[in-house]
């Protein structure tokens, strides 16, 4: 074999990095058992929230040694292969999306004093009311104001159009509540796409209906700081130019003489008495001013208030005194002091020298009359992560002409002074203009991490946030799939791929141990790949791998066949070993590309799982490929070396002749297929639309019970015991501690009246009483032994939006286009693409039709975001199984003779009758295991997986190949009508 070598080092690197990357992962589990270890007590109850203590407090430790190279807890966690929300949890988030903005923004800021305490009181009522905001802001309007009407306040220049003077009060309140709810659902897309740069795979958001709050689920979140940073920030980039230290020198001598003074009158009040009360005395700062000197020294650090000086750069502090200079800067004397045209901003991270913390403070100029910056950011159209000239993380971005513009006038007016980029009053990045930027391409430095600049740059890529958003909860929640339904999914895989290492060797012999090492390498390689890109694995990645499993067997199976063919064919052990390489290398690429521009299309147009199964999707094409290509070729090589001599052999007694010399007119029974296919489908989806098929919460929404137990329960034995106990979907995680639960319910989730939000409460007690056999009690406090309470309620919308389902549908198209295309452009028929993408349309349909009927049989299984991952595995198994056949067809074409091409059609699926059903096979024991050992959680994911294989195969022989031969009917009635004039003429 050429390159044998070639393929030895790359396998060894990529195991080696493999083991590095995962090493990680290991080192991360043990943390986080010693974490729940410290975190439960005696009844067995673990605090999540002092689990997640325990990670913070070694956040930035080291804990891991590797060959002498430290890494910190932080470093692992960027690092090991993490886990979906579905699989392993993470960080629960409720966003309150701040109205008051909003309706002060349509004011244009009004300085009316009915109008602003309204909006106060109305402010306060919004904490425990359920009524509209608009609606409080009314009421408390209509008596601080009585006979006045809003048009007062919101007839601006600004509203021209809309409201004038002569508007009524309820129109006004129509337009309020319009602005109100699109700056909501503006907010809930921004904050989604945030989310989904964040670098998490598959998180939840969803709306809390009637009310402004936003609730985001993030798998595995290790840096909540980092969190609560991404999602509260409003995106308000300014530019701005800076004051420098010498332009209010003078101001800033007199206020630093003011505190000196004042520190020593409390100093002489405080030496007076015998015990001063600490709200007495002046802040720490000012105390520590009197120790300082009467002057100011620009070359020493003559006070804290002046803690570290630097001459024409700016003030630099302490961090531990901001807090202290900034009530300082907020006194009413002092800002009297200072010039009006300047305001201070912080630095937006500090800076360590001499082991000190140091955070520079900025004079900005501005105009008292206005708070409008010069240029904003609103200008900007594009953002990304890059380097700066000295490899530097930096973000580099692009705004528009009427930016470009601006931006240039300010430049060419600033050069040799600063410019702050200042995002939500923190100035990031202070450069002295250098020259004037004549376009619109600019760049952000600053003392930056690699994270810090993704952030920036997904904020401001993203959008501003129309109001300012803040956190009102969080919580560390458990997995959407438990831990039980876990360990039932490991345990059913492990036995299935058992189940395939047996059959392979019974059937394949030796040959079978060396796609078994491929199959280790492959799944072994996903992993590793997936750490070492800071992916996540969630149970749509698992349909991935599962699909890439099949993959892998089938590549070996069709290599395999093929080297019993030659052999057979009286080739000896080393010609035929490579012929069967060589005849199976271009069925297998075909199937892989194909399968392979699938998964870049989903993931390029999808979302959500779609775009989680893709990742994996890739990567196990790419994985698979490899292992059962080349490294096999080189271990068969190795077992093959002494040539007719070698002890490697490919069948087995029990395989014998199974399978071969078959001869079935599977063609001439294809409108028997046809009629088959139809008569399902069109059943299932009558079905279907009579009766409705059961959606999973995330495509519907649900109400939400945050329900406390007096000791742990299991998740998943409460989810199946709510299943069975009421209609709708039921989804059950565990909720700041293993005692706590948060369960969701799609029952009634189209009603919004009182009398159906009390049913489903009193639904979701009685079937909790039923399954556990404890009792309610409204006393959450005092929780008793037996009993339970629910603690908080709320409506949420769905996890999968519209616009994930238009995405994903998009990306399924644009799939379908490509597909198309590439077989088209590799069989140079249109009937082969156009035969392919019928085949695809109904295995999909088959799915939907099957999971109608079993619901309509009594076994309802739910159609959630797994099951979207399922239909995809369906689709990238079946265009597998599709091509595999129509590369046999395509050789028997090239070397057809005289063989008629319906003939040759049926030859090429009884020739690829054994690779098709052996791949099948295969894959089909893991599935089957899963489906009757892996639980009642994943029952669903299972069978849908079961029914696609099954269908994909069965598309394959009957509905593709078929079509195909139905499509060609000119070229093969005018094939028959040469052979009738050959007999003719003869």
């Known amino acids: 074999m050429r390159n044998q070598g070639v393929v030895v080092f790359l396998t060894v690197i990529i195991t080696a990095l493999c083991l590095y990357y995962l090493s990680f992962t290991f080192v991360s589990n043990n943390i986080q058992n010693k974490a729940i270890e410290y975190a439960t007590d005696?009844?067995?109850?673990?605090?999540?929230?002092?689990?997640?203590?325990?990670?913070?407090?070694?956040?930035?430790?080291?804990?891991?040694?590797?060959?002498?190279?430290?890494?910190?807890?932080?470093?692992?966690?960027?690092?090991?292969?993490?886990?979906?929300?579905?699989?392993?949890?993470?960080?629960h988030?409720?966003?309150?999306?701040?109205?008051?903005?909003?309706?002060?923004?349509?004011?244009?800021?009004?300085?009316?004093?009915?109008?602003?305490t309204s909006l106060d009181q109305a402010t306060e009522a919004n904490k425990t009311s359920n009524e509209k905001f608009v609606n409080l802001f009314f009421s408390a309007w209509q008596q601080n104001a009585p006979g006045r009407k809003l048009s007062e306040v919101f007839a601006t220049a600004a509203n021209r159009g809309r409201i004038s003077l002569e508007s009524s009060d309820s129109d006004i309140l129509a337009i309020l509540d319009t602005e109100v709810e699109n700056a909501i659902e503006r907010s809930f897309n921004i904050l989604r796409t945030r989310v989904d740069r964040f670098g998490t795979s598959q998180p939840n958001i969803q709306r809390i209906q009637g009310s402004g709050r936003i609730q985001i689920e993030l798998p595995g979140v290790s840096n909540a700081e980092r969190v609560r940073n991404l999602l509260q920030g409003v995106a308000k980039l300014q530019f701005w130019e800076v004051a420098e230290v010498n332009e209010y020198l003078a101001e800033l001598e007199t206020v630093n003489n003011l505190l000196v003074a004042e520190a020593q009158a409390s100093k002489t009040v405080a030496s007076t008495e015998e015990e001063v009360k600490e709200e007495d005395l002046a802040s720490e700062l000012e105390k520590q001013l009197a120790e300082g000197t009467d002057s100011l020294d620009l070359s020493s650090q003559v006070s804290p208030l002046f803690s570290l000086l630097k001459s024409n750069q700016g003030l630099v502090y302490e961090i531990r005194d901001t807090v202290a200079i900034n009530r300082i800067l907020a006194r009413e004397d002092v800002k009297s002091l200072l010039p009006r045209n300047v305001k201070f901003l912080w630095?937006?991270?500090?800076?360590?020298?001499?082991?000190?913390?140091?955070?520079?403070?900025?004079?900005?100029?501005?105009?008292?009359?206005?708070?409008?910056?010069?240029?904003?950011?609103?200008?900007?159209?594009?953002?990304?992560?890059?380097?700066?000239?000295?490899?530097?993380?930096?973000?580099?971005?692009?705004?528009?002409?009427d930016g470009a513009r601006r931006w240039r006038k300010i430049t060419s007016e600033s050069i040799g002074r600063r410019i702050a980029v200042v995002l939500d009053d923190y100035v990031y990045t202070a450069p002295v203009v250098q020259s004037e930027i004549p376009s619109g391409q600019s760049e952000i430095t600053g003392n930056f991490t690699l994270e810090e600049a993704k952030d920036l740059a997904n904020i401001l890529k993203s959008g501003s946030l129309p109001a300012p958003t803040k956190i009102v909860e969080e919580a560390i929640i458990g997995p959407t799939l438990g831990k039980e339904a876990q360990q039932q999914g490991i345990i059913s895989m492990v036995a299935g791929l058992v189940l395939v290492v047996l059959f392979m060797v019974a059937y394949y012999s030796k040959g079978g141990f060396v796609a078994i090492a491929a199959l280790v390498f492959n799944i072994f390689f996903i992993l590793g790949i997936l750490a070492q890109l800071g992916a996540a694995l969630t149970l749509p990645g698992i349909a991935g791998i599962v699909l890439t499993i099949g993959m892998s067997i089938d590549a070996n199976v069709l290599i395999f066949e093929r080297i019993k063919e030659e052999l057979k064919n009286g080739a000896g052990i080393i010609a035929a070993i490579n012929e069967g390489y060589n005849k199976a290398f271009s069925a297998i690429l075909d199937s892989n590309v194909t399968t392979f521009l699938t998964g870049a299309i989903l993931y390029a147009l999808g979302q959500g799982p779609v775009k989680g199964f893709a990742i994996v999707l890739m990567i196990g094409i790419a994985s698979s490929f490899f292992s059962a290509v080349f490294i096999t070729r080189v271990i068969v090589h190795w077992m093959s070396k002494k040539g007719d001599k070698s002890k490697i052999s490919f069948s087995t007694p029990f395989a014998g002749n199974v399978l071969s010399n078959l001869n079935i007119d599977f063609l001439g029974k294809r409108k028997i297929a046809y009629l088959i296919s139809s008569s399902i489908i069109v059943i299932g989806l009558a079905i279907a639309a009579i009766n409705g098929l059961k959606f999973g919460v995330d495509f519907t929404g649900g109400r939400s019970y945050i329900v406390e137990f007096a000791e742990p329960v299991t998740a998943t034995d409460l989810k199946v015991g709510l299943d069975g106990e009421f209609e709708g979907s039921v989804e059950v995680k565990t909720y700041?501690?293993?005692?706590i639960m948060k369960v969701t319910t799609s029952y009634l989730i189209n009603e919004d009246d009182d009398a159906s939000n009390a049913e489903v409460e009193q639904k979701v007690k009685e079937g909790i009483a039923t399954i556990t056999g404890w009792t309610f009690t409204s006393d959450a406090a005092n929780l008793k032994d037996g009993q339970f309470a629910i603690t908080g309620s709320s409506k949420v919308g769905a996890t999968v939006a519209d616009d994930i389902k238009k995405s994903s549908a998009e990306a399924m198209f644009f799939a379908l286009v490509a597909i198309f295309l590439y077989i088209l452009l590799r069989f140079r028929k249109w009937q082969f693409s156009l035969g392919s993408i019928i085949a695809l349309v109904h295995d999909v349909f088959f799915v939907i039709a099957a999971?109608?009927?079993?619901?309509?049989?009594?076994?309802?299984?739910?159609?959630?975001?797994?099951?979207?991952?399922?239909?995809?595995?369906?689709?990238?198994?079946?265009?597998?199984?599709?091509?595999?056949?129509?590369?046999?067809?395509?050789?028997?074409?090239?070397?057809r003779g005289t063989s008629k091409l319906v003939k040759m059609f049926n030859d090429a699926i009884n020739q690829t009758m054994a690779r098709t059903l052996i791949t099948s096979f295969t894959t089909l024991i893991v599935v089957l295991v899963l489906l009757?050992?892996?639980?009642?959680?994943?029952?669903?994911?299972?069978?849908?997986?079961?029914?696609?294989?099954?269908?994909?195969?069965?598309?394959?022989?009957?509905?593709?190949?078929?079509v195909v031969v139905d499509l060609m009917k000119k070229e093969i009635a005018s094939e028959n009508q040469k052979e009738i004039s050959g007999k003719k003429t003869a």
């Open 42 to 91: 005696e009844a067995g109850n673990v605090d999540f929230g002092k689990q997640q203590s325990y990670l913070d407090s070694i956040y930035r430790e080291p804990v891991y040694n590797f060959l002498g190279a430290k890494f910190t807890y932080k470093e692992i966690k960027e690092t090991e292969l993490g886990l979906g929300l579905d699989l392993q949890g993470g960080m």
């Open 93 to 116: 988030v409720t966003l309150e999306v701040s109205p008051v903005e909003i309706v002060k923004g349509l004011s244009g800021n009004s300085k009316d004093v009915a109008f602003n």
């Open 347 to 401: 630095a937006v991270k500090p800076q360590i020298m001499d082991n000190m913390e140091l955070l520079e403070l900025f004079g900005i100029k501005y105009s008292r009359t206005s708070d409008q910056a010069p240029l904003e950011g609103d200008v900007i159209t594009d953002a990304r992560q890059t380097l700066d000239q000295t490899s530097r993380p930096a973000v580099s971005m692009q705004m528009n002409a």
């Open 736 to 739: 700041g501690a293993n005692n």
């Open 851 to 895: 999971f109608a009927i079993a619901s309509a049989l009594g076994a309802t299984f739910e159609i959630d975001q797994v099951f979207i991952a399922a239909v995809l595995t369906v689709v990238g198994y079946s265009i597998n199984d599709t091509v595999i056949v129509f590369d046999r067809i395509r050789e028997n074409i090239e070397n």
């Open 932 to 962: 009757i050992f892996g639980g009642e959680v994943l029952r669903g994911f299972s069978f849908a997986l079961l029914i696609g294989i099954v269908v994909g195969t069965y598309s394959s022989i009957y509905i593709a190949t078929p």
